[in-house]
């Protein structure tokens, strides 16, 4: 299976199923001499496991990472950094009933497709349990980025919208509430719009905003590698996304070029942002800051008409333990892929500063 790797110089392959042994990863092209804080590192995964609220899967796994190379002493080596995360909680037989039955929306039909042979388990590598791998690594390249600061937040769910502007609103609020939502208010709404939509055995969507400062100008290259595309291209490896706008995105389009353009200022700042801080797939200084969009989760408690292996209708049971809205364990995914993107481009155009 190809597709395991991300990034250019800061290059992070993972591996490991949602209920094999465990999942795993290696990090290549992290600079020597950086002091790993464990605890910041520990703290991403935590803010990313299964059953940390009641809104959430009951799995139960502590997700502790164990660094198997490339650190000595506290500091990396330059050399590739090898982690595990052991499986430990996982109920491979909640999944018996679905081994020769394709969940509607899901990736098993297509997996089965594509290589004949899936892991029907939890959904095997198509499981979300594979982006701890990418949280380590985030949280590893977020200790790099020296001066920058990535918030993510959830900016709706289902109907209920954050109808305020990121600087509108106090991020020190997203940890105090179980949704990760900036605006307490909303974030009651929306907590109880999962609890009723889990209680249904249904599933609902929503969307995250990520906000990116004081990144410095000049981050991206002008035609493929732009800093724009970098950042999509991560957000949409990410489980059950759909859709990245960034600035003023899709409403933009409702504008006439007179109102939607930002005018540079003597300082070289710009008088709005409606470009979300990237212009021409290039930084110009200013945040930077784009909404990703989550669909509802394909595994539901409901009965759902789908087929088997032999192309029969059949009737898809809810079982297992899942998640009714995976925006809350999304936020930390966003920043960790956000900090992946944004030190290999450091990276690459020689401007990072340890």
């Not at 990313?48 to 959430?56: A, D, E, F, I, Y």
């Not at 909640?94 to 594509?114: G, L, N, W």
């Not at 999509?232 to 933009?252: D, T």
């Not at 070289?268 to 212009?279: D, L, R, S």
């Amino acid at each position: 299976m190809a597709g395991n790797t991300f990034g250019t110089l800061f290059r992070v392959t993972t591996f490991g199923e949602s209920h094999g042994e465990a999942i795993g990863g290696v990090i290549d092209g992290c600079p020597a001499g950086v002091t790993l804080d464990l605890e910041a590192i520990q703290y991403e995964l935590d803010r990313r496991k299964p059953g940390q609220s009641k809104l959430v899967t009951q799995r139960k796994e502590s997700d502790i990472v164990r660094l198997l190379s490339g650190v000595f002493e506290g500091k990396t080596t330059g050399t590739p950094i090898g982690f595990i995360i052991e499986n430990t909680n996982a109920k491979s037989n909640d999944y018996e009933h679905i081994k020769d039955i394709y969940r509607p929306s899901h990736a098993d039909y297509v997996y089965e497709q594509k290589y004949g042979i899936r892991d029907y388990r939890g959904g095997g590598r198509s499981s979300a349990r594979e982006t701890a791998c990418r949280v380590v690594a985030g949280a590893i390249a977020k200790q790099l980025l020296k001066g920058i600061k990535i918030t993510a937040y959830v900016a709706s769910v289902g109907d209920i919208i954050v109808d305020k502007p990121y600087t509108a609103l106090n991020f020190n609020e997203i940890e105090n509430n179980l949704v990760r939502c900036a605006d307490p208010d909303k974030a009651i709404l929306m907590e109880n719009l999962i609890k009723e939509v889990k209680k249904d055995g249904d599933s609902v969507g929503g969307t995250i905003i990520c906000v990116i400062e004081n990144v410095p100008i000049g981050l991206g290259e002008p035609v493929f590698d732009r800093l724009d595309a970098e950042l999509a291209k991560a957000m949409l490896g990410i489980n059950a996304v759909k859709g990245v706008e960034f600035g003023s995105g899709f409403e933009g389009t409702k504008k006439r070029g007179s109102e939607h353009n930002d005018r540079i200022l003597p300082n070289g700042k710009t008088e709005t942002n409606h470009a979300g801080g990237i212009v021409g797939g290039i930084s110009n200084g200013m945040d930077i800051y784009f909404k990703v969009a989550f669909k509802p989760t394909a595994t539901l408690m409901k009965d759902q008409l789908s087929i088997d292996k032999k192309n029969e209708i059949v009737v898809v049971k809810g079982k297992g333990r899942h998640d009714a809205c995976v925006l809350p364990r999304a936020v930390p995914i966003v920043e960790a892929m956000t900090s992946i993107v944004l030190i290999d481009m450091l990276l690459i155009n020689n401007k990072i500063n340890l």
